[in-house]
C-alpha cells in the first residue's frame, strides 16, 4: 500500500522528452482539475508484491500530435494530428523515488527491448491474442498504459504504483514555462529525421528545438542508445532549471507554470489531491545531486530476432540486479571498504554507469 506521505518528486521524459511535474499548494483545487485522468490499473491481476513504501512511477512519452498548433507541427514537421492518432510510446521512464523521500533514480527502458507481451484482448476487444515475443514499444500499441505496464511488471518483476503519459504539445509548453533549456553538445548536430541543425557548444533552446533535440537519433548512428544518454542530460538541465529558478520555491510562479502545462498531461485515477500538495512542499528540498538517471544494462543493443527485427537484449545479470536493488529500495552506489589492515581507501562501485542532474556539461571547460 502506497505511503500517506507523499511523493518527493516526479520527473518525467516524454516524446523522448522531459517533464518535471509538481502541483502548487496554492490553487491546488484548479490546476489539479486540469489534469487528464485515465485508468490503467482496474483491470490488472496477479501483480508483484510491494516491499517498501518506496514509489515507481512509469512514464511514457506520446508521439500524439494532439494540442500542437498548425505552426509548431510546420517547425517539427511531423505531419498533421490525424498522422499519428492514438500516439505510440516513443519514450519510457522508471521513476523510482526512496521511501525515505532523499532520492530519485530515473531509468530509461529502449522502445526496441525484447519482452513478452501477456495475453490480452485485441484493440476492438472481439479477439484473444495469446502472448507472444515483441518489443516493449508493441505493448503500448496493442494494449495502451495497462499492457505496457503488465508488460513491464512482468519483466521486472517491480510493482508500478503510477503512471504520467505527456505528448508533444505537453513537452513543448513545459520547456517554453521554464524559459527555455540549456544543452551542450561535444560536437555539431544536423539530423535529417527530427531537422534539428546545431553547432557544437551550449545552447538555450525553446519547446520546438528541444523537441527535436531529444527526438535527434539518426546523426551519429548510435539510434536510440544515443538519444536517450540526450534525454538524460536533458532531465538533468531540466531539474538544474526548475531548481534553481525559484519555480519551487514560489507557490505563484509555479501555479502559473502548472497553468501553462498541465492540461496535456495524462494520469493514472489513484493519484489524489493530498499526494500532489505534499509533492510540491517536499520538492522545495530537491537538490539535482539528489537524482541519479541511467539505463538499463544491455547486452545487445543491436541484437535481431526472428519475426521481430531489430531489438534490444537487456543485460540478464546486471538488469535483474538493478531492478531487485530499486524493488528494495536500495543505493545502486555500492561503496567497498578495504579489511581492517589494508592501508588503501574505500572504493565506489556505480557498475550501473549512473549520473546525478548535477552534472551539467555545460558547466565544463571548452
Known sequence: MESSRAIRIITSLSVGVVLVASLAWVGLGQVSGQISRIDVFGALKNRPQKTSTALNYLVVGSDSREGLTKAQLKLLRVGSTASAAGG?????????????????????????????IPAHKSLDGKFDIPAASGKINAAFAFGGAPLLIQTIEA????????????????FTGIVDALG????????????????????????????????????????????????????????????????????????????????????????????????????????RNLSAGKLR?????????????????????????LATDLWTKIRNDEALL?????????????????????????????????
Open 155 to 170: 519483466k521486472t518483476n517491480l510493482k508500478i504504483d503510477h503512471y504520467i503519459e505527456v505528448n508533444f504539445a505537453g
Open 88 to 116: 505510440r510510446s516513443d519514450t519510457m521512464l522508471l521513476v523510482h523515488i526512496s521511501k525515505s523521500r532523499d532520492a530519485a533514480y530515473v531509468v530509461s527502458i529502449p522502445r526496441d527491448t525484447l519482452v513478452t
Open 180 to 283: 527555455g533549456i540549456q544543452v551542450c553538445s561535444k560536437v555539431a548536430i544536423n539530423d535529417p529525421k527530427s531537422h534539428l541543425v546545431m553547432s557544437a557548444g551550449s545552447h538555450i533552446l525553446d519547446g520546438i528545438e528541444a523537441l527535436k533535440y531529444v527526438r535527434t537519433r539518426d546523426f551519429d548512428g548510435r539510434g536510440d542508445i544515443g538519444r536517450m544518454e540526450r534525454q538524460q542530460q536533458f532531465i538533468s538541465a531540466v531539474v538544474r532549471k526548475a531548481t534553481s529558478s525559484g519555480i519551487l520555491l514560489n507557490p505563484i510562479k509555479l501555479t502559473n507554470f502548472l497553468n501553462a502545462t498541465i492540461s496535456t498531461v495524462k494520469m493514472d485515477t489513484t493519484v489524489n489531491k493530498s499526494d500532489l500538495l505534499t509533492l510540491a512542499k517536499q520538492m
Open 334 to 366: 555500492e561503496t567497498i571498504k578495504p579489511t581492517a589492515k589494508a592501508t588503501i581507501p574505500a572504493v565506489t562501485v556505480d557498475k550501473f554507469k549512473t549520473k546525478t542532474a548535477a552534472d551539467n556539461p555545460c558547466a565544463a571547460k571548452k
Open 293 to 317: 538517471t541511467l539505463t538499463v544494462p544491455l547486452s545487445d543493443p543491436n541484437a535481431s530476432y526472428p519475426g521481430i527485427g531489430s531489438v534490444v537484449i537487456w543485460d540478464q545479470t
